[in-house]
């Protein structure tokens, strides 16, 4: 497909919002900073590409995408604001997140453990939500999960590929059957072969997946150590919780999000609120070290964690099964969108 040529609205108008600046573009989006003036705010604008005005299954989709948040109506969900139509352009304008996405997050030094269960518990209260609404987010990964750093709030966005299970068929079949949609290391199995009949627990497979990946700096790929095997001083809770996540068999896993939610609230008050400390330079290989009287671990702390890391990767220990794919893999049909300016690259579509 040929390059969008997008880029010309920035600085000129679109509805009632003033285009400042590209934020990022996928596979069937591009998301833009814009201002409000109405309200004197800023925004996020997603915006479907002139060149898929006349697909009519990428028109629906993006509708969709539309009207399942603004269907929702909850703290850590992002918001929508409004849609419509300009010179030939299908778009929706989103609260405006400011903060980095959970991706960006797990590449820092250091991380807090009890905020890692804080973004945790929240995405759970926001999916439940969602869910008893009847939506199905089916894409949820660290890149669609933005943390507001000043109201300490985590926010889902994208609903792009979300499958609304109390609409009409007409609906709910856009996503054609036998058909995978999502990013595949993030996928319950059930979903990479039809995702159009998953239900929510395809939902809590994937947080079981971010779950891993959060605390211990790995996607759960092949066969994989426990939590706290990986990362020496996680609770045993915790490996439990994941391991009912990741149950292959949908009725083997959570029945309910407010059940993982309370579970993990549980595993956090077995944590002391340690610091994670991720030894490669990708954010990758954590350990906990205790946090020192000036809110940072210690040298020797560090150092004594990665020797219990060194020495816990050699010990046996149970093992749980899963197949995965190459980090980060998307189905074609399948991009993600993004209410914030991070990791925009990777987050339109």
């Known amino acids: 497909m040929a390059e969008w040529a997008q880029n010309e609205l920035i600085g000129k108008q679109l509805g009632q919002f003033q ?27 997603k915006t479907l590409p002139r060149d898929f005005a006349g697909n009519r299954e990428m028109v629906s989709r993006f509708h969709r ?17 409004d849609k419509g139509e300009d010179q030939g352009y299908y778009f929706f304008a989103m609260e405006f997140v400011e903060g980095p996405t959970l991706k960006e997050l797990l590449k820092q030094g250091t991380l807090r453990v009890h905020l890692l269960y804080d973004i945790a518990i929240q995405v759970a209260e926001g999916l439940a939500y969602a869910h008893k609404k009847g939506i199905v987010h089916r894409d949820i990964k660290p890149a669609n999960i933005f943390w507001e ?4 709030l985590a926010k889902i966005g994208d609903f792009g590929i979300a499958r609304l299970t109390e ?23 059930e979903q990479k072969t039809d995702a159009a009949s998953v239900d929510h627990r395809a939902d809590i497979y994937s947080l079981g997946v971010m779950l891993y990946e959060m605390f211990t700096g790995r996607l759960p ?31 083997d896993r959570y029945a309910s999000m407010e059940e993982l939610r309370d579970d993990l609230l549980a595993a956090k008050a077995a944590t002391p609120d340690t610091t994670l400390v991720a030894s490669g330079r990708d954010g990758s290989e954590r ?8 809110g940072r671990p210690s040298v020797l702390t560090a150092v004594l964690g990665l020797l219990l890391l060194a020495l816990g990767g050699g010990l046996a220990g149970a093992y749980f099964a899963w197949k995965a794919e190459a980090p980060e893999e998307e189905l074609a049909s399948g991009g993600d969108a993004s209410s914030s300016a991070g990791d925009a690259s990777s987050s339109a579509g």
């Open 149 to 152: 750093e000043s109201t300490s």
């Open 221 to 251: 790929m092949g066969r994989f150590k426990a939590p706290s095997e990986h990362t020496p001083g996680l609770p045993k809770k915790l490996d439990e919780i994941v391991a009912r996540c990741l149950e292959a068999d949908p009725q």
């Open 287 to 294: 350990t906990l070290t205790r946090v020192g009287s000036q």
């Open 167 to 189: 609409k009409p068929l007409e609906m709910i079949t856009l996503t054609a059957a036998n058909v995978g949609m999502g990013t595949m290391n993030y996928m319950a199995p």
């Open 19 to 45: 285009i400042k600046e590209e934020l990022g573009r996928g596979g069937m989006a591009v998301v833009y900073k814009g201002y409000q003036p109405s309200l004197d705010r800023w925004v996020a604008i």
């Open 65 to 81: 995408e539309a009207e399942a948040m603004v269907s929702l109506n909850h703290t850590n969900i992002v918001q929508i604001i």
